[in-house]
């Protein structure tokens, strides 16, 4: 098994332009989360999903949009990026939701200019 | 203003030492707790996990200890070693989802 895979693994924006962040899972898991990791901080939820169909905001929602269509898969979006938007990414996934442990991706580092 | 975030607490310890990583939690009825440990350049990793009916757990050279009179929930590792050095993170559950502390970076000397 992979567990949780994060596309891509580094990217460098232009103020204004969009992209697309693809986190899988192939553990049938049916929570999975977005997260935030700006430099010596903590996590900060972005947005997450209960299931297939469903999103639901963090802590941390705005200029951010996210898709679960598919189980396995859950993807975040930045329709114009910002340079505060310039973070470290986590995806996560969990098959109890907030009881039990969450399975972390290895993280896109994102670059805003 | 500053932010306490750039500025994370630092435990240095002697290899071999035993290693004790602290965490206040917010929510009295917080119900499950987590200890991730995270790499440089990587993603967090389970560590230890414990539940409300509980206040103590032990692992492989860890313990978690959980005191539910004063909301604290500490990490406890036992013989210290270089690989040990990250950044360690407790989390508390929020309905369906985890809320993480701010971190404490563990540092071990050879």
């Known amino acids: 098994n992979a567990g949780v895979t994060q596309t891509p693994k580094f990217r460098v924006l232009k103020t204004g332009q969009s992209m697309t962040l693809l986190c899988a899972q192939d553990m049938n898991h049916e929570y999975m989360y977005w997260y935030r990791q700006d430099p010596g901080m903590g996590l900060r939820l972005i947005h997450y999903s209960v299931g297939e169909g469903t999103t639901a905001k963090g802590e941390v929602p705005d200029g951010y949009n996210v898709s679960r269509l598919k189980k396995q898969n859950f993807l975040l979006g930045l329709e114009s990026a910002a340079p505060s938007q310039t973070s470290v990414y986590f995806c996560a996934s969990s098959y109890l939701g907030g009881r039990d442990e969450q399975f972390f991706g290895p993280g896109t580092r994102l670059t805003v200019l | 203003g500053e932010s306490v975030g750039l500025h994370l607490p630092t435990l240095s310890v002697q290899e071999g030492d035993n290693s004790i990583i602290n965490c206040a939690y917010s929510n009295s009825a917080s119900d499950y707790f987590i200890w991730y440990k995270q790499e440089s350049g990587k993603g967090p990793q389970f560590i230890i996990d414990?539940?409300?009916?509980?206040d103590k757990r032990q692992g492989q050279r860890v313990t978690v200890l959980l005191n539910k009179t004063v909301k604290h929930l500490s990490l406890q590792i036992a013989a210290t070693q270089p690989g040990d050095s990250a950044v360690y993170f407790c989390a508390e559950r929020n309905g369906n989802k985890l809320v993480f502390g701010a971190g404490t970076i563990l540092r071990v000397k050879s």
């Open positions: 414990i539940r409300s009916n509980m």
